[in-house]
């Protein structure tokens, strides 16, 4: 039974009837519509006093028709035929409007965000007649058609009013074979200019966020998204008192989203907060476009600098848990299920089948991080038999942990003004002179992932094995990043992180970085705020003899206090 979408409410049995013998319409392929059919649109249009939509394909068969406006009857994008931004969907729609004026910035709107062929809006004349043999006539008033145009600073053309006998000789095959065309040179230039992903960002502020923070973290997504090969093309914001359950933003917002994404070529929308899987496949199916939330761009990056085989394997065990439970909704897309014969079956069993091997992967991969954690206890066990002191190097990411390891030790790791620009911890010996003999004392400086303000839970669980080497250290050396803008809400981060361990960590020293790039004013009330602290220049070598010694004193605190 053919189904009749939107508004039906009231209708009669005979008006239902009478919309779902459009579906047996066939129009020729070459033409926007015939005569006839608008004639017959409009008759029934009259008669139930409604707005009606019918989108055919470019066969000329009726594939949805609907009681509404085109916005109320929009085809979703993902269950479009075809959607991209080098190409039309292949659907034309044709609707029907009480008022006798040109379609509003509402309906052409819709048609943007579903790419459609053309539009084809009939006003009616409030009358007409039907010819006895069946037919209609008199029911239209005039006619606009309305397409998109690949232009940057137009999005949409529509014509003046059209006599309906001169809208229906028009050659639609020639209008959208040049469109696309068109289309298509746009779409490839865009794609030689970037070989990024190119990011529409998109920022809720809720009441429990101040301004400040809400516009750090904003630029501490958009740094991520750099950091994970992206191009951030636009930021679109949204303040509401919580999140959407649905949407996360609200349904204006989210037809925003995907017209700024086709405006300017986005193929990627990323949020700045962790969305539920729902959440997702809702943001996909109205938008079109590929959503990730802050988490996936921060597992992304560490799938990027994963370098041993400890990292490889943490950072899947990851990826893996944060998958499963997103992949509910991923059968249709697998083998298109819908109602009807060879549509029922495969896609849910290959769904749960993937399910089910994902569950064994992670089962595995946590006895291999279990067997890490004892590798790694017993490495530590080795170290304090030696009565070696050991100091975890922690802080918020890209504070200058790797850098200050490398100039105390000569590590030789990796470094770059990147977050998570090292994930692997690297531990290497450090000899200081003894704060109470003054003899050569050696200590063993161990470098851990960058921490980051709401690190996601599911990287806290992969990364205990590594996170241990903090909770297990005799102390830790708390480095910050004095330049950055937000240094005192990451300081707060990173307490509250290890605050959270559960075990908690010795004494920590708190070492201020990047001094060099600093004003005098945010150096003096830093040093009036942390008297205690330290502050050097890892890049420029300054201040770290005076970190030496305050190490030495560390060292010998937290030996004398265990």
Same mark, same amino acid.
């Given at each position: 039974?053919?189904?009749?979408?939107?508004?039906?409410?009231? #209708?009669?049995?005979?008006?239902?009837?009478?919309?779902?013998?459009?579906?047996?319409?066939?129009?020729?392929?070459?033409?926007?519509?015939?005569?006839?059919?608008?004639?017959?649109?409009?008759?029934?249009?009259?008669?139930?006093?409604?707005?009606?939509?019918?989108?055919?394909?470019? /066969?000329?068969?009726?594939?949805?028709?609907?009681?509404?406006?085109?916005?109320?009857?929009?085809?979703?994008? #993902?269950?479009?035929?075809?959607? %991209?931004?080098?190409?039309?969907?292949?659907?034309?729609?044709?609707?029907?409007?009480?008022?006798?004026?040109?379609?509003?910035?509402?309906?052409?709107? @819709?048609?943007?965000?579903?790419?459609?062929?053309?539009?084809?809006?009939?006003?009616?004349?409030? %009358?007409? *007649?039907?010819?006895?043999?069946?037919?209609?006539? %008199?029911?239209?008033?005039?006619?606009?058609?309305?397409?998109?145009?690949?232009?940057?600073?137009? $999005?949409?053309?529509?014509?003046?009013?059209?006599?309906?006998?001169?809208?229906?000789?028009?050659? *639609?095959?020639?209008?959208?074979?040049?469109?696309?065309?068109?289309?298509?040179?746009?779409?490839?230039?865009?794609?030689?200019?970037?070989?990024?992903?190119?990011?529409?960002?998109?920022?809720?502020?809720?009441?429990?966020?101040?301004?400040?923070?809400?516009?750090?973290?904003?630029?501490?997504?958009?740094?991520?998204?750099?950091?994970?090969?992206?191009? +951030?093309?636009?930021?679109?914001?949204?303040? /509401?008192?919580?999140?959407?359950?649905?949407?996360?933003?609200?349904?204006?917002?989210?037809?925003?989203?995907? =017209? @700024?994404?086709?405006?300017?070529?986005?193929?990627?929308?990323?949020?700045?907060?962790?969305?539920?899987?729902?959440? +997702?496949?809702?943001?996909?199916?109205?938008?079109?476009?590929?959503?990730?939330?802050?988490?996936?761009?921060?597992?992304?990056?560490?799938?990027?600098?994963?370098?041993?085989?400890?990292?490889?394997?943490?950072?899947?065990?990851?990826?893996?848990?944060?998958? #499963?439970?997103?992949?509910?909704?991923?059968?249709?897309?697998?083998?298109?299920?819908?109602?009807?014969?060879?549509?029922?079956?495969?896609?849910?069993?290959?769904?749960?089948?993937?399910?089910? @091997?994902?569950?064994?992967?992670?089962?595995?991969?946590?006895?291999?991080?279990?067997?890490?954690?004892?590798?790694?206890?017993?490495?530590?066990?080795?170290?304090?038999?030696?009565?070696?002191?050991?100091?975890?190097?922690?802080?918020?990411?890209?504070?200058?942990?790797?850098?200050?390891?490398?100039?105390?030790?000569?590590? &030789?790791?990796?470094?770059?003004?990147?977050?998570?620009? !090292?994930?692997?911890?690297?531990?290497?010996?450090?000899?200081? !002179?003894?704060? &109470?003999?003054?003899?050569?004392?050696?200590?063993?400086? $161990?470098?851990?992932?960058?921490?980051?303000?709401?690190?996601?839970?599911?990287?806290?669980?992969?990364?205990?094995?590594? #996170?241990?080497?903090?909770?297990?250290?005799?102390?830790?050396?708390?480095?910050?990043?004095?330049?950055?803008? @937000?240094?005192?809400?990451?300081?707060?981060?990173?307490?509250?992180?290890?605050?959270?361990?559960?075990?908690?960590?010795?004494?920590?020293?708190?070492?201020?970085?990047?001094?060099?790039?600093?004003?005098?004013?945010?150096?003096?009330?830093?040093?009036?705020?942390?008297?205690?602290?330290? *502050?050097?220049?890892?890049?420029?070598? =300054?201040?770290? &003899?005076?970190?030496?010694?305050?190490?030495?004193?560390?060292?010998?605190?937290?030996?004398?206090?265990?």
């Amino acid at each position: 039974m053919e189904t009749i979408y939107g508004h039906l409410q009231g #209708l009669k049995p005979s008006q239902i009837k009478q919309l779902q013998r459009l579906y047996h319409q066939r129009l020729p392929g070459d033409r926007i519509t015939t005569f006839e059919f608008a004639q017959r649109l409009a008759a029934i249009s009259t008669d139930i006093n409604q707005p009606v939509c019918a989108y055919v394909n470019r /066969r000329g068969q009726v594939i949805r028709v609907g009681v509404g406006t085109v916005r109320q009857t929009q085809i979703p994008p #993902l269950e479009l035929p075809r959607y %991209g931004a080098e190409r039309l969907s292949g659907i034309r729609c044709i609707a029907t409007q009480l008022k006798s004026e040109a379609p509003s910035d509402a309906v052409l709107t @819709a048609m943007v965000l579903q790419r459609l062929d053309a539009l084809v809006t009939l006003t009616l004349s409030g %009358g007409g *007649f039907e010819r006895r043999g069946g037919g209609a006539t %008199g029911y239209v008033k005039q006619t606009y058609l309305a397409h998109l145009v690949p232009h940057p600073e137009v $999005t949409w053309t529509v014509s003046p009013p059209l006599n309906l006998d001169v809208l229906s000789q028009q050659d *639609f095959l020639a209008l959208v074979e040049g469109l696309e065309e068109e289309f298509r040179r746009e779409y490839v230039a865009q794609q030689i200019s970037s070989e990024h992903d190119r990011v529409l960002l998109v920022g809720l502020m809720t009441n429990h966020l101040s301004a400040q923070r809400f516009q750090d973290g904003l630029l501490e997504v958009a740094r991520l998204v750099e950091t994970a090969g992206g191009e +951030v093309l636009q930021v679109l914001r949204q303040k /509401r008192p919580a999140p959407h359950p649905q949407t996360v933003v609200g349904e204006g917002k989210v037809q925003e989203i995907a =017209l @700024a994404a086709q405006t300017v070529g986005a193929n990627l929308i990323v949020f700045d907060r962790d969305l539920s899987p729902a959440q +997702v496949r809702n943001l996909e199916m109205q938008i079109g476009l590929r959503v990730v939330d802050r988490t996936e761009v921060i597992l992304d990056i560490f799938a990027q600098r994963a370098q041993s085989g400890a990292g490889k394997l943490q950072v899947e065990l990851a990826q893996l848990e944060y998958m #499963l439970p997103r992949l509910a909704g991923r059968g249709r897309a697998m083998s298109r299920l819908g109602g009807g014969i060879g549509t029922r079956g495969p896609g849910e069993t290959k769904l749960e089948t993937e399910r089910r @091997a994902i569950q064994r992967r992670i089962s595995r991969l946590q006895q291999e991080v279990n067997q890490l954690q004892a590798h790694r206890s017993r490495l530590r066990q080795q170290r304090q038999h030696q009565e070696v002191p050991s100091i975890a190097i922690v802080g918020y990411t890209n504070a200058g942990k790797s850098t200050l390891l490398n100039v105390l030790t000569n590590a &030789e790791v990796y470094t770059a003004d990147q977050l998570f620009a !090292t994930l692997d911890p690297t531990t290497r010996r450090l000899t200081i !002179t003894n704060a &109470e003999t003054h003899k050569p004392l050696s200590i063993v400086l $161990t470098d851990t992932v960058g921490f980051i303000h709401d690190l996601p839970p599911s990287l806290m669980d992969a990364f205990r094995a590594t #996170l241990e080497e903090v909770t297990e250290a005799d102390a830790l050396m708390h480095v910050v990043d004095l330049s950055h803008s @937000a240094w005192q809400s990451q300081i707060r981060s990173v307490m509250t992180i290890l605050s959270e361990m559960p075990v908690t960590p010795g004494p920590a020293l708190l070492v201020f970085n990047k001094v060099d790039q600093v004003d005098s004013e945010t150096l003096a009330f830093a040093k009036e705020e942390y008297p205690q602290a330290v *502050f050097i220049s890892a890049s420029d070598r =300054l201040g770290l &003899e005076t970190l030496r010694q305050r190490l030495a004193q560390l060292v010998h605190y937290a030996v004398a206090s265990n």
